[in-house]
């Protein structure tokens, strides 16, 4: 009991900016690990085959699919016991997470029967017709969504544990399997030492193996450590009303992730149509690339997000705005870091990708201009993302989950997609990546309007 009244307190009452970094370092580190391993996988195949690159830059909606519905499913059953928590109601935060692992199995059964019929058929449609593209994305992503489970029971057991105040262990899963995945990479794509050379399909094997050793040790620490919440797996049965208040933040959160999906198949679409690969593979290594600054933002929205819902339950406004205040100021430090390097340095980071001996359809000269432009101009749209995440963050925290998601749509379908449209039949494809900039901007502009809503109802009800 001393130690749940300790980890109560830590979220009510240590001081606000040391709890932020107690709380989001660890995530930020390990998010930052995760973006640095994404980006070291994506240069290994690129420089073995940029047709291979080019498959699972095609294909990554795939992943992010899985990666939306993981994801999107523990925030939800995060927010619901960071609430229970802040109320002080231990049986019913039990049930949430016990819930959400219950819930993985569900997940895991689409991605299997995705993994088994729907990689070829989407290849297919998205590829041109490049039978090499088809071949090395069908290896890729069959391989990895069919053993998926490991990273889906992963996530959920991260986001339970990070709703409890416990960020350490969540950061140690992640590194783990960053770790794994970083080192066994170039074994088995190249076919280094006793190794065989598996191209493509070792870069998923090693992902795969990744995520397994990052799952087992989360079980382990799971059920042979003492935490807040407890696992109650024996004589389980579904709640529907736990079952609704996990999905009323994680279906919004589902939806929201997934809309990345579908935008990078539009935009590839848009490329497509102007005969323009070069702006595929560069939307890909983009997309790799910005990881690294968007991660640690991402990291910072699970610190913080905690707090909000503690502090939210437990209705103490002023520390929950306190929260928030810091939150904007550094995320948007961290975008502005990024949008110095974006502009500085953009030839340095295309270089990364291909050597001379893996393109073949992608002229290197083409792909370092067509980079260096498309970088300059999308990263305008860092900063105003910056707050965009920690707004994501409130709504979700406070269970408002479908306002995050009006918020992904206004930035990535309604407002993004039919920009880059408009300008590329207007001005021509080259600027398409206008769009980034005015879709962010356009969207913060509604997270603004309903966040002014929140604070003039639901906050003004709190003490």
């Known amino acids: 009991m001393e130690k749940e009244v300790h980890q109560e307190n830590k979220m009510g009452t240590m001081p606000m900016t040391k709890l932020i970094i107690t709380m989001s370092l660890p995530a930020i580190f390990s998010m930052t690990i995760l973006a640095m391993y994404n980006v070291v996988d994506s240069i290994f195949i690129s420089n073995y085959d940029m047709d291979g690159f080019t498959a699972v830059s095609l294909a990554y909606p795939l992943q992010l699919l899985l990666i939306s519905a993981s994801v999107g499913t523990a925030v ?26 219950v819930l993985c199995g569900f997940t895991y059964a689409f991605f299997l029967l995705l993994g088994i019929f729907g990689v070829r058929p989407f290849m297919t449609a998205f590829s041109g017709g490049n039978q090499r593209v088809i071949d090395a994305g069908v290896q890729y992503f069959t391989f990895v969504l069919c053993l998926s489970v490991f990273s889906i029971v992963q996530v959920m057991i991260e986001k339970t544990l990070q709703a409890t105040g416990n960020m350490i262990y969540p950061m140690l899963f992640q590194l783990l399997g960053a770790v794994v995945n970083i080192i066994f ?7 280094i030492g006793i190794f065989p050379e598996m191209g493509v399909l070792g870069a998923a094997v090693a992902t795969v193996f990744g ?20 696992i109650q797996l024996k004589g389980f049965k579904f ?32 490329f497509q149509a102007y005969g323009s690969i070069v702006n595929v ?3 890909g290594i983009y997309f790799k690339l910005q990881s690294f600054f968007f991660m640690p933002c991402f990291g910072l929205n699970q610190g913080i997000m905690p707090i909000i819902g503690y502090n939210y339950g437990a209705r103490n406004k002023q520390r929950m705005y306190a929260a928030i205040k810091r939150g904007v100021i550094i995320a948007g430090s961290i975008m502005l870091i990024g949008t110095i390097l974006m502009w500085t340095i953009p030839d340095v980071l295309l270089s990364l990708f ?10 290197p000269a083409t792909l370092m201009s067509t980079g260096e432009y498309a970088f300059r101009i999308i990263s305008l749209c860092f900063i105003p993302a910056a707050v965009g995440i920690i707004l994501i963050a409130v709504f979700q925290a406070v269970g408002k989950g479908l306002r995050s998601m009006m918020m992904s749509f206004c930035r990535q379908l309604i407002i993004l997609v039919p920009s880059a449209l408009i300008i590329s039949l207007t001005f021509g494809v080259k600027y398409a990546w206008f769009a980034f ?6 969207a913060l502009i509604v997270a603004l309007l309903l966040f002014v809503n929140l604070v003039r109802n639901d906050f003004k009800k709190l003490n």
């Open 437 to 442: 900039p005015i879709a962010e901007i356009g």
């Open 185 to 191: 990479d170039p074994l088995l794509i190249f076919g």
């Open 239 to 270: 709640n529907r009303l736990t079952v609704k208040n996990i999905y009323a933040v994680g279906v919004p959160a589902i939806l929201m992730q997934s809309i990345s999906a579908v935008m990078m198949l539009f935009l590839n679409a848009i």
């Open 211 to 230: 995520q397994f050793c990052g799952m087992v040790f989360a079980v382990i620490i799971l059920f042979k450590k003492n935490h807040i919440i407890k």
């Open 76 to 101: 939800g059953v995060n927010s619901l016991v960071s609430r229970k928590l802040g109320a002080r109601d231990y049986k019913e935060a039990n049930s949430a997470a016990t819930h959400g692992l």
């Open 281 to 283: 593979d560069v939307f």
């Open 354 to 363: 291909g050597s001379e001996d893996s393109f073949t359809d992608v002229d």
